[in-house]
């Protein structure tokens, strides 16, 4: 099963663990609900799309309300460190956490007892701690868009918000920074790099490239990664090898944004409605 | 912190710093949302500071400090103590520090301007100065901003200065403050 972590954003949101479904454009979960507009709950929201498409059972999903001061995160991080050791999930995706290292390393270490290690997915906040921590070669996949590659290929950067290895995001440079984050060791296993193209990559190299179809319009739609990373995830739970699912995720994520026939306005739901059909498509023109 | 301690955390003269500079010290504060507060009543106060990064042996995750003239401490001190917000630690600056984005990247996408400091992306209409979409970052505030933000004009729209909280805010404070400077 997949578990997916995350924080929303209210304030005033419990602590919640539970199956997770999606209805009316909102995550349920326990008798809360909150609206899909992008970060956690997008990343849900594509997963639950892709785990139906593929006849799997619903994610379960951490959530609390945190607005950015951290108390939220630090709570959940808390939780999980107690409560991990008894889960069984084959797969772990962490996303909008506030980046803290000290409690990084304690779950970490909880997360390195599990006897059977689950498949470890960051993005977002946690991405960023797992890389501040210097535990990152620990995860399976991590899923930066450029910006974020340059700052896993930065070894001083604590944040993707200084400028050293930050001054253009040329996606011309992307082997380069793909070689310089794994030389650093501050890369997961596989890195999918979201951007005009999308990479799929490891120590080896650049494995994929997929750059169609194309909407310019994307870029600005804030959700498009977290969609990708829901989806890869699901994919990979499902049992499907890790480089596979990265390349249909990415395939998948640019069809479902073309479906959407997209203007910078469009919100990510126009995107999380047309996975089914898109992935649909991908997986049926594989074979 | 005690005014003891912050003598004795005192440079000697003449150790070079940050670029050679013996004169430059940083404030070390709980967390981001207390520098941006500090920050504001510096600048509002016409003081010299700078937001940066913090040297890796302070670093402890989502980190903002704020580069003062160490001349200035007590009086800067003594300004942030009125407000409430006085820092944690106030040191010599004894290694380079990490500067903050200042490069922006703008497109055009024709109806809409969109502008990306650092990882802080923010999209607007151009006829109606309306906030379409904010993009990037990864942490909790993000989504809380972009919820808060997002169908506002410019004008109505809360500032992530007054709102955000971590570096992902303040980097899309400096989104919002060049899109307002093109449109």
Not at chain 2, 83 to 94: A, C
Request: glycine share 8%; hydrophobic share 40%; proline share 7%.
């Amino acid at each position: 099963m997949l578990a997916i972590a995350g924080t929303v954003p209210s304030e005033g949101f419990p602590l919640l663990d539970g199956e997770i479904t999606l209805a009316d454009d909102h995550i349920r979960i326990c008798d809360e609900r909150i609206s899909v507009n992008r970060g956690t709950p997008a990343l849900m929201a594509a997963a639950i799309k892709t785990a139906d498409v593929l006849g799997q059972p619903a994610p379960f999903g951490y959530l609390v309300g945190d607005i950015g001061q951290g108390k939220g995160s630090r709570r959940l991080y808390k939780y999980l460190t107690g409560h991990l050791p008894q889960s069984n999930f084959q797969t772990l995706t962490f996303h909008y956490l506030q980046p803290i290292v000290h409690w990084h390393k304690r779950l970490q270490q909880v997360i390195y007892e599990i006897k059977e290690r689950p498949v470890l997915i960051a993005d977002a906040g946690f991405m960023y701690v797992a890389k501040m921590s210097g535990q990152a070669p620990m995860y399976d996949l991590f899923t930066p868009d450029i910006g974020e590659l340059a700052f896993l290929a930065d070894e001083k950067a604590p944040h993707p918000f200084y400028t050293r290895g930050f001054i253009q995001h040329d996606e011309n440079r992307v082997p380069d920074l793909i070689a310089h984050a794994y030389d650093h060791n501050n890369a997961a296993r596989f890195l999918l790099v979201k951007g005009k193209q999308d990479y799929l990559a490891s120590r080896e190299g650049i494995l994929e490239t997929i750059d169609s179809p194309m909407e310019e319009a994307l870029e600005a739609m804030g959700g498009t990664g977290d969609t990708l990373t829901g989806i890869v995830s699901a994919l990979i739970d499902s049992g499907m090898a890790h480089s596979e699912a990265a390349v249909v995720a990415m395939k998948a994520n640019r069809l479902a944004g073309h479906y959407a026939k997209p203007t910078p306005a469009t919100q990510i739901m126009e995107v999380i409605h047309r996975i089914p059909k898109a992935l649909l498509e991908v997986l049926e023109k594989r074979g | 912190m005690s005014f003891l301690g912050f003598f004795k955390g005192k440079q000697k003269p003449g150790t070079p710093g940050d670029n050679g500079s013996a004169d430059r010290g940083i404030m070390v504060f709980e967390n981001t949302s207390e520098v941006i507060q500090a920050e504001n009543v510096l600048k509002r106060d016409e003081w010299e500071i700078r937001v940066m990064g913090p040297p890796p042996e302070i670093q402890s995750g989502c980190d903002l400090v704020i580069e003062f003239p160490l001349i200035e401490e007590l009086n800067m001190l003594r300004t942030l103590e009125r407000q409430g917000i006085p820092p944690l630690e106030m040191v010599p600056v004894t290694s380079p520090l990490l500067q903050p984005v200042d490069l922006f990247q703008i497109k055009d996408f024709g109806e809409y301007i969109m502008v990306r400091a650092a990882n802080m992306k923010l999209t607007v209409e151009k006829a109606t100065g309306v906030i379409v979409n904010v993009s990037g970052g990864g942490c909790p505030d993000v989504p809380y901003l972009a919820y808060e933000m997002v169908g506002k004009t410019l004008i109505d729209a809360p500032s992530p200065r007054e709102i955000g909280h971590t570096l992902c805010g303040y980097a899309l404070q400096l989104a919002f403050e060049e899109v307002q400077r093109q449109c």
